[in-house]
């Protein structure tokens, strides 16, 4: 039984998942990493809403100190998701319940429980909601001048609403769109048709302070930055 409890605060926390990303000789990186991967549990299993203002700043913080930050928050988001998601089948909803309290208790004491409601529920996204990245996007701003000719002429901008998202020979539709662990982005599963194929894709969606520009990290890792089409 102690071994079982112990597997199942380690998969909690994400710590096994954890083990495929080596932090040999940066004691840094590692602390960063079981501190994003504690909140994001919190969030994500318990449900509780922290501050805008730290999840920023703990972004900011990981972002100056990886590189290839790109590739380790996409690590990270599918290796915690991952874990979550064993602990919740293999943890008796009371444990759940009492670890979660304790949770709620040390996020309050810190002061960083969002504080529009008493139980930090309330949508913390403020301006990131899902209209933040609603629009029309090119890679180009000179594309945008083709914003009528979507799925039409090459080169030309990509249009996404909350159901879909759709361009030249390659239709998706938004499956399901989830919380990240800081309000400027969002988990997207799409499905997606291109040259007759059909296959399930997995992106992150970043959005820019300003609104104007969206970054999209596609599940084949690629990476490209979109203006907004006015």
């Known amino acids: 039984m102690r071994r079982i409890i112990l597997c ?3 998969m909690l926390n994400g710590t096994v998942a954890a083990n495929a990303w080596s932090w040999t000789g940066d004691p840094e990186g590692q602390k960063l990493d ?15 809403r922290l501050k805008t203002s730290y999840l920023l700043d703990l972004d900011r913080r990981i972002t100056r100190h990886h590189k290839g930050w790109k590739e380790y928050e996409r690590f990270l988001i599918d290796s915690v998701t991952n874990a979550n998601a064993e602990y919740v089948r293999q943890t008796p909803v009371k444990e759940r319940k009492e670890e979660c309290e304790k949770r709620l208790e040390e996020v309050t004491s810190k002061g960083l429980l969002e504080a529009s409601s008493p139980n930090g529920k309330a949508d913390r996204r403020g301006k990131f909601d899902i209209n933040s990245w609603v629009g029309v996007w090119a890679a180009d701003p000179s594309w945008c001048r083709y914003t009528d000719k979507i799925g039409e ?3 030309a901008p990509i249009r996404i609403d909350p159901m879909s998202i759709g361009g030249l020979e390659n239709e998706c539709k938004i499956t399901a769109s989830r919380i990240s662990y ?3 982005k969002w ?17 992150l969606f970043i959005v820019a302070e300003d609104l104007d520009r969206l970054t999209i990290i596609f599940g084949d890792k690629r990476v490209i930055e979109f203006n907004r089409c006015r």
């Not at 079981?34 to 509780?48: D, K, P």
């Not at 599963?189 to 040259?195: M, N």
């Open 153 to 155: 002429h090459d080169p």
């Open 8 to 10: 199942s605060l380690l």
């Open 187 to 203: 988990n997207i599963t799409a499905v997606c048709t291109a040259e007759g194929e059909t296959y399930t894709d997995n992106r």
């Open 182 to 184: 800081s309000p400027d």
């Open 34 to 48: 079981q501190e994003a991967r504690h909140f994001l549990t919190s969030q994500n299993v318990c449900g509780i």
